[in-house]
């Protein structure tokens, strides 16, 4: 009996004593991770470098749409900026993208009456083809969205320009609900409005404040035959609300548009990719980036320069820090999101054609705002490992972990890769739908600090995957 009793004793002390182990090293784990985001924070804060990238790609390249000679030398910016990190790998990853020509400013007004015009702000959608030489002229006819203009018979819609109106809702908190919500308007209508006998479009800015911007972005003729297709444009949402008003008290109102955009086929660019190899797990890869095209009208500060940036700069933070990661952290700066996503398709078909195993990605693509935390995509082991970080990110008010999240570039990697993580970093978005695709989206709109914060949140949230990995 005695013998049991001391047995048991044992077996209760060596479980104690086990207990106490790992939860000591635990506490030990999670104060080397606190220090070293700290570390991490600290340096972000006082180092330049994405900032001064930024200000480059902005101001000395400016908009660098797919497939121009701006996409191009941005290309070889970042190349140059990467081989400088001296790297292990520096690569432009050959792809072939969209050449879409937007040509001389658009010009458009209404008539009330003969003679009687008001000139409104727009600008040609990406991917529309132009009008006739002369331009268009012809009936406005309003509708609220795609489902305005479904209760429609094509004997109303033959003949005139549809005008789209369906404004992003504002009582939504999370504004690229919004933005999903009012964008099939932009990137359908003209097609559906096609089928309908129109003869142009017009759609109200994607921009939840009341400025004279128009916002450009790409629409999407689909399988229509190419003899259809119409001119399509936005209009600011200041014109819109105007147009909206004189319609209300004039049905017969004309509107008048002349643009000269088209395409030209497809024509080589690159995506741009530096990598820091693994010391211990070298074929996990964990790939960070955002989009290096932007629309023509701005600079693409926000949308994506700032994402590029940011994704440079993680590969500089480890480096100043003498981080050797575990696992190969790879940054891609990916050609043609905004009108084809050939950069992204390309990396993840590339990807495969190798045998690459791809466990985690990370994009940046909503901005040089505050950032707020983090999107998700993964399953439930991996979430309950993911959610267990977020008081790390606390102290820096970077704690929103939500399920749901990823990114348009990182996309194409998800069907070939079913149990790799995709997040997207999370800024603060109430300002950003102001700047997206417009001549607004420029560098002065980029708060050093917040671009930084941004840069040091994806560089922790890197971290702790790499040492960690990721759960099966």
Not at 205 to 212: E, G, M, Y
């Amino acid at each position: 009996m005695k013998r049991h009793i001391v047995t048991q004793l044992r077996s209760v002390l060596i479980i104690g004593i086990a207990s106490a182990a790992f939860y000591y090293a635990q506490a030990q784990s999670v104060e080397q991770d606190q220090r070293m985001i700290e570390r991490i924070f600290v340096q972000s804060l006082s180092d330049d470098s994405a900032y001064d990238w930024l200000r480059y790609l902005t101001q000395n390249i400016g908009g660098r749409l797919s497939g121009s000679v701006q996409a191009e030398q941005a290309v070889a910016y970042t190349y140059e900026q990467l081989k400088s990190l001296k790297l292990d790998r520096v690569e432009k990853q050959p792809v072939m993208v969209p050449k879409w020509v937007r040509g001389p400013k658009e010009y458009a007004y209404f008539e009330t009456e003969p003679g009687k015009t008001t000139n409104v702000p727009v600008c040609a959608l990406g991917g529309s083809i132009a009008t006739p030489g002369l331009g268009i002229k012809a009936e406005v006819i309003e509708v609220k969205g795609l489902s305005g203009l479904a209760e429609l018979s094509d004997e109303q819609v033959k003949g005139k320009i549809v005008f789209f109106n369906e404004p992003m809702d504002p009582k939504l908190i999370e504004t690229f609900s919004a933005y999903g919500k009012a964008g099939s308007q932009r990137t359908s209508g003209p097609a559906a409005a096609a089928r309908k006998g129109a003869v142009a479009v017009i759609v109200r800015s994607l921009n939840l404040a009341l400025d004279d911007y128009p916002h450009t972005g790409v629409t999407q003729y689909g399988d229509l035959p190419k003899k259809q297709w119409i001119p399509a444009a936005a209009i600011s949402t200041n014109a819109a609300e105007l147009l909206s008003s004189v319609l209300q008290l004039n049905p017969k109102t004309k509107f008048y548009l002349k643009q000269a955009s088209e395409n030209r086929g497809e024509v080589l660019s690159h995506n741009v990719i530096g990598e820091i190899k693994g010391s211990e797990f070298p074929d996990e890869i964990i790939t960070i980036g955002g989009h290096l095209d932007s629309w023509d009208l701005g600079s693409g500060a926000h949308d994506d320069g700032a994402g590029c940036v940011q994704s440079m700069g993680v590969l500089a933070l480890f480096q100043q820090l003498g981080y050797q990661p575990k696992r190969t952290i790879r940054a891609v700066m990916f050609m043609n999101e905004e009108n084809g996503l050939k950069g992204g398709m390309e990396y993840a078909a590339q990807a495969v054609k190798k045998g690459e195993k791809h466990v985690m990605a990370l994009e940046s693509d909503a901005g040089g705002f505050t950032p707020r935390g983090f999107g998700f995509t993964a399953q439930d082991t991996q979430w309950a490992q993911i959610k267990s970080w977020s008081s790390l990110f606390e102290p820096y008010l970077i704690d929103s972990f939500k399920r749901g999240g990823g990114g348009a570039d990182i996309g194409p990697l998800a069907p070939h890769y079913p149990k790799m993580v995709l997040a997207g970093l999370k800024p603060d978005s109430q300002r950003y739908f102001i700047h997206h695709h417009a001549a607004n989206d420029t560098f002065e709109h980029i708060n050093k600090r917040e671009l930084d914060l941004g840069t040091a949140a994806m560089a922790s949230l890197i971290y702790l995957f790499d040492q960690y990995g990721v759960q099966p």
